[in-house]
């Protein structure tokens, strides 16, 4: 099975500092995307990577940039955390069969 | 653009009964894929179905059945016999073929079955 690790589960920050949210899969897939979970709004698509050095935006890139130095890792970074980025953040990989295996998700609190 | 409709928000069911979540899509594309996903308590999304918009046929696995209707652009999903395991948010989704991964999902519905 595939596994996508993300680093840390509850993480709490505060206003206007730098956050970093690591996420890794194992499975040496080339597509990797960030999703922001909302109650009532469902997941929305931030970003994604379809291979190394290379990035997308999504569906609310704004606020947000990422970085794909190596195939299994994909970071997601908030240049300046603002209270309206508190929120669900997924990380998730897919092959060629368009399935979307997902981590277990990082709760991040912006005070 | 894509959407994803699931109107109901929560659903509350008592073990043993079955129950249907509904899903409504907006799409223009001629060719799509519709998905359902599980998040239990521990957060991590699971896969459960992926359908094809020219294979109408309805899908059973298990106590999982799945309704695809082209004509009313629905793709709902039914658990007979719901189980406390089964407690969990459910999300549709949506992808045009060969999107590899950008999904647009719908709010999801939050299902509770009590013992």
């Known amino acids: 099975d595939v596994k996508v690790t993300q680093s840390s589960r509850y993480l709490v920050k505060r206003t206007g500092e730098k956050v970093f949210l690591e996420c890794v899969q194992d499975?040496?897939?080339?597509?990797m995307f960030w999703y922001r979970q909302d109650p009532g709004l469902g997941l929305r698509l931030i970003y994604f990577?379809?291979?190394?050095?290379?990035?997308e935006k999504g569906d609310i890139p704004e606020g947000y940039s990422v970085s794909r130095e190596k195939k299994e890792r994909f970071s997601l970074i908030l240049e300046s955390a603002s209270t309206n980025q508190t929120s669900m953040y997924l990380c998730?990989?897919?092959?060629?069969?368009?399935?979307?295996?997902f981590g277990s998700g990082t709760q991040l609190s912006v005070l | 653009a894509q959407k994803v409709t699931q109107a109901q928000t929560e659903i509350s069911v008592v073990e043993k009964e079955d129950v249907t979540l509904d899903c409504v899509y907006e799409t223009r594309d001629t060719t799509y894929y519709l998905f359902w996903y599980k998040q239990p308590p521990s957060g991590e999304l699971v896969f459960l179905i992926r359908?094809?918009?020219?294979?109408?046929q309805n899908e059973i696995s298990g106590r999982y059945s799945w309704n695809f209707q082209k004509s009313t652009s629905s793709f709902n999903f039914t658990i007979t016999a719901s189980q406390v395991v089964d407690s969990a948010v459910y999300f549709c989704?949506?992808?045009?073929?060969?999107?590899?991964?950008?999904?647009?999902f719908g709010q999801g519905t939050i299902l509770t079955v009590h013992p």
């Open positions: 499975m040496d897939h080339e597509n």
């Open positions: 998730a990989t897919t092959g060629v069969d368009e399935k979307l295996f």
């Open positions: 359908r094809n918009s020219f294979d109408e």
């Open positions: 989704a949506l992808s045009a073929v060969a999107s590899y991964g950008k999904l647009t």
């Open positions: 990577s379809y291979d190394v050095k290379m990035k």
